[in-house]
């Protein structure tokens, strides 16, 4: 009885120090800092282990290594050979010692791995904070009585891995974007978080990768108005097409000069004063295509403006971006009081299936549906997506694309500029049609 009690007694230590890797590295380091700051030893402790992964992490895998073979050799020594004559006598012969052995590190393995991995760091993630607590300053003692021990180790090892160019590091490579964003998906569908603020972290993501020129207004869909512009033309922007800001040029489009504001001109007319264009124009703020969608959000917050001229290469105009554009690849579409309802750019027609919008952007399909289509290149919206899988033309109504073996796409309406709107089918057949282009 005293064996197998020793035995246990091994396998939760086993299981404490598998806890402790658990719960260190998965508490809440807010909630560790606001209890230092009230003055815990214990957070400072945890604290203190979660600066130092390596040295921490070190001594639990020595730790837990150093248990786990120990218990093995006692478990083999002192329960095998009680089990030997009870096996004589079930007719194992000369076997009975191999039998007896087996058995026992059969069960040393069974405990070990339910009792000393799975079962505490289970509990351990579930309490991470209160356990980390727990057991960060008994950590940290053992953590300085093995230094010495892990550091011999440690070097053992990289003498070793410097023939491959390599070195002992016990700490895992930081989490990048798309782990992030894995990590935000599981949370959603386990209901950690409900699926509006998954969105939204996913989105605030995926803005780091975005450009200007991913969120911009083309320019053939800029309203602009020409530095001669009268009464009537403003009115026409700004009332009528509900226009706030209105870039401002000279001779072309290429050429914007600044832009005029909503209120600026209902201020003179209120009064009844004379509108002079010249008099209200702002100065414009430019910005490349190439730039990247979060520091344009940035330049306009310190630069106290809400729109910006994009640029292409060779300095010509391709579009404008609105502080609200970049806003809304954060929290999605944001509408006006007075905003005609836009037809809906994707509307679920049957199970599996769907109508889009030419203008869509193939990352908002896999926002809204969790559809992703892979682009050639660099396509910002679905219809020139669609041009480029067809070699660089616009495909007529009924034409079938698969971009990929399970999406197929139907063109539904199309102009011979571009693609109004698609059918988007996910489909089990692996196959291409025989009309894909």
């Known amino acids: 009885m005293f064996e197998l009690l020793a035995l246990l007694g091994l396998v939760a230590i086993g299981g404490v120090l598998a806890g402790a890797e658990m719960a260190i590295v998965t508490a809440r380091r807010g909630r560790l800092e606001s209890a230092a700051d009230g003055g815990s030893a214990r957070a400072r402790a945890a604290l203190h282990l979660r600066r130092n992964p390596e040295r921490f992490l070190a001594t639990v895998q020595i730790g837990i290594t150093l248990v786990g073979a120990v218990a093995g050799a006692y478990g083999g020594e002192s329960l095998a050979k009680p089990l030997e004559p009870w096996l004589r006598d079930l007719g194992c012969g000369d076997a009975a010692p191999k039998i007896a052995f087996g058995a026992v590190m059969a069960l040393v393995t069974y405990l070990s791995v339910v009792f000393g991995e799975l079962v505490p760091k289970s509990l351990a993630l579930r309490f991470a904070d209160r356990y980390a607590l727990l057991i960060a300053r008994p950590m940290v003692l053992l953590g300085w009585v093995g230094r010495p021990v892990a550091w011999l180790l440690a070097v053992s090892s990289n003498l070793v891995l410097r023939l491959f160019g390599d070195r002992t590091n016990f700490v895992e490579g930081k989490l990048g974007r798309e782990d992030l964003q894995h990590l935000v998906e599981e949370a959603s569908e386990a209901g950690g978080i409900d699926e509006r603020t998954g969105q939204l972290v996913a989105r605030a993501l995926e803005f780091t990768q975005l450009r200007v020129a991913d969120v911009m207004v083309p320019r053939r869909f800029v309203q602009a108005v020409p530095q001669t512009a009268d009464e009537a033309s403003l009115r026409t922007a700004m009332l009528d097409q509900g ?97 005609a309802s836009p037809p809906r750019p994707i509307v679920r027609e049957a199970a599996g299936v769907w109508r889009v919008l030419g203008s869509v952007a193939p990352r908002d399909l896999w926002h809204e549906l969790r559809v992703e289509i892979p682009a050639p290149g660099e396509e910002r919206t679905l219809s020139g997506l669609i041009v480029a899988l067809a070699g660089d033309r616009v495909p007529g109504v009924g034409e079938h ?37």
């Open 243 to 339: 226009h706030r800001r209105v870039p401002v040029y000279a001779e072309s489009i290429d050429h914007v000069v600044g832009y005029v504001l909503r209120e600026d001109v209902l201020a003179k007319l209120w009064d009844k004063q004379p509108l002079r264009l010249a008099e209200l124009v702002r100065e414009p703020f430019f910005v490349p295509e190439a730039m990247a969608a979060e520091r344009a959000l940035r330049e306009l917050q310190h630069r106290r403006v809400h729109l910006a001229v994009v640029v292409e290469e060779h300095g010509g105009t391709a579009g404008l971006v609105t502080l609200e554009d970049l806003v809304e690849e954060l929290v999605g579409e944001i509408f006006h009081e007075r905003d």
């Open 401 to 437: 694309f698969r971009p990929a073996p399970h999406i197929d796409i139907e063109v539904i309406e199309a102009s011979p500029r571009r693609v109004r709107a698609v059918r988007l089918r996910l489909v089990a057949d692996p196959l291409p049609k025989a009309d894909e282009s």
